[in-house]
């Protein structure tokens, strides 16, 4: 179906929905490049306005990756709640953001309608919307998740610990494990990206996490960040293995350049859950996603780089994961050239997971050749904070070693607990509080150098 709008006596046409998408997308070179964007303002605005008035109904009717090539459209259109989706279904893509907007759409509204919502529908919307506008509605939601700890509380904000280390080092990577507990992080996981994904260092690694947490019976969970088929390796082999890792995308090309698909994440989910690892919840899964991967893989198929992101959220939201982690910053300029597209597509991808009922959580980060420096982090951090992600990386001066790029530190973390008075997951907190650590106001507390966490473990 086409749509069109005049401005000026200025035609402006779009040939079906999925151009209509990408037109109203707001600038990101990722879509520069891709030659999908906007070629003026102007044209951005008369998309957005046309955008507003398709009605949500259409997205269930017109799919922008034809539902025979795609196994990700299939998801989508299959698993649609038609129950969830009908208090909604009688509006337009403007009225659904005028709706989120109002007080008498609260928490409890917001969760009953997420099965009814599609991808497409959350980014359509997303795109009508200031930054304040993604703020507010996504601070609304409470998407609580379970393993060894509850994450996702209101008034809670957890932190991922990455203790990576360039060559897998165990001491190296026990040193920013230790380092990171007594700075208050590690209650969503405690996550390795190994530099190998040897089934032996990862097995390593996983066995090192391990210890370390039943040595101190620390109430939170492992994982490290290898290829699903290397995990699901080890899981049959018996390995101490609390979550599944995989990152994905929103097409299924670009899940098979991942070398990933529904069928083999199917099985990796039922053979992690097998484990029961878990002792207050058997949410397993840990996925990152990221603006820019389809088009990097070649597999974008016309489709905005933001509308396909969202489009990973619907693989997520099968598995009912732990975790969901937008690395917003991490593939560079190419897709998000500057601190201010940075900013704007963490809020976008926080606002819609949560849309979607995902326990999301933010990567705030940059790689060092984009136009992007700590100052635009602080500030994204404290935009996040005050919208409700559940999570967001520890690592020890927000500078990966393994990885290369800057992220952020255990210090951020705790200050944005401060200023928003925000406290750890209330397990992992109550653990932090017995061993000193914090007290019970949640400051951190002066830890003696004959602390058992740093003679007993080395």
């Avoid at 006596?9 to 151009?19: A, C, E, H, P, Q």
């Avoid at 997308?25 to 955008?51: H, W």
């Avoid at 597509?345 to 979607?356: I, S, V």
């Amino acid at each position: 179906m086409a749509y069109q709008y005049t401005i000026r006596n200025i035609v402006y046409r779009f040939d079906d929905l999925k151009t209509l998408l990408a037109k109203a997308s707001p600038y990101r070179t990722g879509d520069v490049l891709a030659g999908i964007c906007a070629e003026s303002y102007e044209e951005r605005v008369a998309a957005q306005i046309v955008l507003a008035d398709v009605p949500l109904k259409t997205f269930l009717e017109e799919a922008i990756i034809p539902y025979e090539d795609d196994e990700v459209t299939r998801l989508i259109i299959d698993s649609h709640n038609v129950d969830a989706f009908s208090s909604i279904s009688s509006l337009t893509v403007g009225e659904f953001r005028d709706w989120l907007l109002t007080d008498e759409t609260d928490t409890a509204i917001l969760q009953s309608i997420a099965a009814g919502i599609t991808p497409e529908m959350a980014a359509a919307v997303s795109k009508l919307m200031r930054n304040q506008d993604l703020i507010a509605v996504a601070q609304k939601f409470e998407v609580v998740t379970r393993f060894r700890d509850t994450i996702g509380l209101k008034g809670h904000f957890s932190t991922r610990l990455q203790p990576n280390h360039p060559t897998d080092d165990p001491k190296g990577i026990a040193a920013s494990m230790i380092d990171g507990l007594l700075y208050g992080s590690g209650d969503a996981v405690i996550g390795i990206n190994p530099a190998t994904d040897s089934p032996a260092t990862v097995l390593n690694l996983l066995h090192l996490i391990d210890t370390v947490r039943r040595q101190f019976d620390i109430p939170t969970q492992s994982c490290v960040l290898s290829h699903i088929t290397t995990t699901l390796e080890l899981i049959n082999k018996g390995a101490p293995v609390d979550l599944c890792f995989q990152s994905i995308g929103g097409t299924e090309l670009t899940n098979s350049s991942f070398g990933v698909n529904l069928a083999l994440l199917d099985e990796a989910y039922e053979a992690t859950l097998s484990l029961k690892r878990g002792t207050i919840g058997q949410n397993v899964m840990y996925f990152e996603t990221g603006q820019g991967s389809e088009l990097s893989a070649n597999a974008h198929h016309g489709v905005d780089q933001q509308t396909c992101e969202v489009r990973a959220y619907a693989i997520a939201r099968k598995y009912k994961p732990l975790l969901v982690n937008s690395v917003v910053g991490f593939i560079g300029p190419e897709y998000l050239y500057d601190g201010k597209q940075i900013t704007r597509a963490a809020l976008e991808d926080h606002f819609c997971g949560k849309l979607l009922g995902l326990p999301m959580g933010v990567d705030i980060c940059y790689t060092n050749h984009a136009e992007a420096d700590q100052d635009d982090m602080d500030n994204l951090l404290t935009l996040l904070g005050v919208a409700g992600c559940n999570f967001i990386m520890g690592i020890p001066g927000s500078d990966d070693i393994m990885l290369n790029y800057q992220s952020t530190s255990f210090h951020d973390a705790l200050y944005l607990r401060k200023v928003l008075g925000l406290r750890p997951a209330p397990e992992f907190e109550q653990w932090l509080m017995n061993q000193g650590i914090v007290d019970d106001s949640g400051n951190l507390l002066q830890v003696n150098p004959s602390h058992k966490l740093l003679t007993q473990f080395y």
